[in-house]
């Protein structure tokens, strides 16, 4: 529900975006786009988009979330399986505060039972300014009527050239949008309004290569991999995104930190969309440019003037409190055991919600030459739909059949290899083939199936002992998936009195599942 209006004052666009070109090739813009999207001819380079004139909605704020910060300084006892980071990640505190406090050097040493001191939370709050709904961070019902190369075709900057190489094949900067847009799950709107607002993408046809490069200011992670281009910077941007909403919706994320140690706890009642925002925006960034950044002024200024009132037409809630889970089955035939080899993690980037399970088909691997080889077995539909897209080792399973991946309940299979794939746009019944498990898409190093659900383009978490909102468990055949806090893949499935515990290896029986 959004209510009351306040007096908009136009100012001039923040800072835009820019992308990575091929080595040796340079920025020329012509009179003519030569894009490759179909049937869009730019006679001539147009203008920014102004301004709009009028007045914002101003959203009511949400329900005041009581999640229980302690008053002062606590203490974490390392449970098994605890990473020092992922304690880190719940605390809402950096990993340098954590091995300072408790004069730690190594991260990757603790053991079962230490105790781990946890700084007092912060006296002061963030900004309770809501800057965008929930339905505008995620890919959510709306978001596919939203061409992503039309509108890029519209722009003066340099994302109408701006093309960068993944994989080894070379996007265009619209392409590379949209691919980031559909694996995070994050509206394009909101990915191309962050490039206009750090780097001047969409405006400037010329920005500086510090801003070609580091188009979202992301610097190098510190496990020592570059994070160069337009498809790295977006992803890390979505991913953060990701973590930020989902922390805050999912995770009991409470807390703020910035590089120079200032910490703030979330206002109590922002929304998930604008605490995803605040968090992104929030890394790599001074305390002092931040309170800019996320002031009226600030990004919101920058994405009204592309796209208008992010609030107009938002969906509230995105997912109802009282949702259930449609019947599933396992996602392999009846007959067949196959292992359980992942539990929860995350549905795209660790930064979404843990939706995603492992299973390993039931292949004898003492006779393939590599742990990435083509399954013989075939992944099956869980339910019924349609088949809604179809990618690099990605299948969407789309259960209300409109086709549309961003509305009602979605199933992900990721790793399908190409050979025999299931085509996009075909009807579906429960147990029909869906392609064979392999190392094909995103990230794997050996043969599975990696299986997520989403509902109005949201991950839905397999278990959630954190969640603001009720969610549904994953639920295969009446058997119950649960994962453990701040573990990612770690957790079992259970049905009765009967238990599987996800393991990556073929020789447990503990995680050998079939029905």
Known sequence: MYKRYLPWVCLALAALACVRLQPDS?????????????????????????????TLIVPTPNPTRNLGAASGAGEYVVQPGDSLSGIAAQAGVSLETLLALNNLVDPNI?????????????????SALKLLPD???????????????????????????????????????????????????????????????????????????QAKTYPMGAAASPLGFDRNGLYRQLTWAADQLNLGYYGWKV?????????????????????????GLQYMLAQFTSYAAWQQQVSASGFLQTYVGLFGDPFAGAIDPLVPGDITQPTLTFPFPSGETWYFTGGPHGGWGSGSAWAAIDFAPPDDITKVSSACYQSAFYATAVASGVVARTDEGTVILDLDGDGDESTGWTILYLHMAAQDRIQAGTAVSVGDRIGHPSCEGGFSTGTHMHIARRYNGEWIPVSCDACADPRPAFDLNGWTVVGYTNQEYQGYMFRGSDRRVADQGRTNTENQVAW
């Open 110 to 126: 603790i053991e079962v039972g230490q105790v781990i001191l946890l700084p007092a939370p912060p006296d002061e709050f963030t």
């Open 135 to 209: 339905s505008r961070l995620v890919r959510a019902p709306g978001s596919s009527s939203f061409d992503v190369f039309t509108f890029v075709a519209s722009q003066p900057g340099y994302i109408r050239v701006a093309t960068d190489i993944v994989k080894e094949a070379t996007y265009t900067g619209a392409q590379i949008v949209q691919r980031v847009a559909l694996e995070y799950s994050v509206d394009p709107r909101l990915l191309l309004a962050l490039l206009e607002f750090k780097s001047q993408w969409l405006t400037n046809a010329n920005p500086s290569e």
């Open 251 to 275: 995770r009991g994320l409470q807390l703020l930190e910035f590089e120079d140690g200032t910490r703030l706890q979330f206002a109590p009642d922002l929304n998930a969309g604008t605490v």
């Open 26 to 54: 340079t920025v020329v813009i012509t009179a003519t786009f030569q894009g490759s999207t179909p049937g869009i001819v730019q006679s001539q380079v147009p203008a920014p988009i102004p301004l709009p004139q009028g």
